[in-house]
């Protein structure tokens, strides 16, 4: 019995011991490595306070409550309800898996399943919001930083008229070029952020997704039915 009664704290001790270890091993974040992994974040969210796209801005996100950041208008109603804070664990658990957080929430990134970059873009948020973020590195996929404005376009590719004829659409350009597009195959688009069209000067751009060949980007949507002309 004595026996006994000595190994228990013993084996109590190697316990605590072996989880002091553990604590110890967990990810440290480094801030620069989180920049360069913000890279594959760029396309849909900003670093610049004021610039929201497809995402909010996250700028500002540490310590903020969850749905709750200025000029956003599009979070889902699953987000807005839930009580969450963003802070390193409640971070850590949605970039792991966001659905897994907070179900219904409309947010189509699969997650990040290695634990030690998680912990490098929780520390490269952390130090955007105390403005000590290291830049993040430039080249790569499309971000708010390498967005072009729309109102530097020559005219080519400025908008002068668009004629809609049985399934097409006739675009024609300030340059004085007609282009036709298969009607499913042009999409209408509106921009009112700085780098967006001047009003009333919508331009033609690339598009290269679900079959599309060109996007029309307008300034506001009423301009949209204003310019189309149905003729044949």
Same mark, same amino acid.
């Given at each position: ?12 001790g ?25 890279? *594959? ?17 996250? #700028? ?9 950041i ?6 889902? *109603? ?22 897994g ?10 997650g ?20 000590? #973020? ?37 675009v024609?350009t ?59």
């Amino acid at each position: 019995m004595g026996r006994g009664l000595f190994v228990l704290p013993s084996l109590g001790g190697a316990i605590l011991g072996a989880t002091a270890l553990v604590a110890v091993a967990l990810p440290i974040g480094d801030a620069s490595r989180g920049a360069a992994l913000f890279r *594959q974040c760029a396309p849909c969210h900003a670093v610049e306070g004021s610039l929201h796209l497809t995402g909010p801005s996250l #700028a500002n996100v540490w310590g903020r409550r969850a749905g709750t950041i200025d000029g956003f208008t599009r979070y889902s *109603q699953a987000l807005k309800d839930s009580t969450l804070t963003w802070t390193e664990p409640t971070l850590d658990r949605w970039l792991e898996n966001p659905l897994g957080l907070v179900a219904g929430n409309v947010m189509t990134f699969p997650g990040v399943k290695d634990p030690q970059q998680r912990t490098d873009l929780i520390a490269y948020l952390k130090a955007l919001a105390t403005g000590q #973020a290291p830049p993040a590195p430039s080249g790569g996929m499309m971000g708010a930083s390498s967005r072009v404005d729309l109102k530097t376009l020559g005219k080519e590719r400025r908008v002068k008229s668009i004629r809609y004829c049985g399934d097409g659409y006739h675009v024609t350009t300030e340059a004085g070029a007609t282009l036709p597009f298969w009607e499913f195959n042009l999409r209408f688009k509106t921009d009112s952020s700085p780098s967006g069209p001047a009003p009333g000067a919508p331009v033609l751009v690339r598009a290269g997704m679900q079959g599309d060949r060109a996007s029309i980007v307008f300034s506001a949507p009423e301009e949209i039915a204003r310019i189309i002309e149905r003729k044949c």
